[in-house]
């Protein structure tokens, strides 16, 4: 038996953030406190190019923003196209900074997260900012 290949995609787009609101946080009673405060954010993301749509993200952080330095995690629910396919699904992706760089990148689509005809969508990718500042949002995934 000879099993068919399930082909990879790549979908790219731009994105903007047309929202970004601090979550507060309950403390334990007893704190950690560490050199750089953790915060919470939730930011509405809009798509434009192979990947259309928008986004609602879960963003996390320790982040120094006088020095540009720490590290996020985001949780991002997707919905629109990649490539003219059409659903929903979740991606989570992560990375640290020293300040003018970007390191220790994580970037992976949800198992079983996808609808639609992105149902069984399955793979990685990663989040690119250029040198002008444009943030690029790049998809290289499987369906099915």
Do not use: C, W
Not at 97 to 106: A, S
């Amino acid at each position: 038996m000879v099993l068919a290949s399930v082909p990879r995609m790549i979908s790219e787009g731009t994105f903007t953030v047309s929202g970004f609101t601090g979550v507060p946080v309950e403390q334990d009673a007893e704190p950690v406190s560490t050199a750089l405060a953790v915060g919470v954010a939730t930011m509405v993301k809009q798509y434009a190019g192979g990947v259309e749509g928008r986004s609602i993200t879960l963003f996390t952080s320790a982040f120094d923003p006088e020095h540009g330095v720490g590290t996020y995690v985001a949780m991002e629910s997707f919905e629109g196209t990649l490539d003219g396919r059409a659903g929903t699904f979740n991606f989570v992706h992560a990375a640290s900074t020293h300040g003018t760089d970007r390191y220790d990148e994580h970037f992976a689509v949800v198992p079983s997260s996808g609808t639609g005809e992105l149902a069984g969508i399955a793979g990685g990718g990663a989040l690119v900012v250029d040198a002008d500042g444009t943030h690029r949002m790049r998809f290289d995934y499987t369906v099915g």
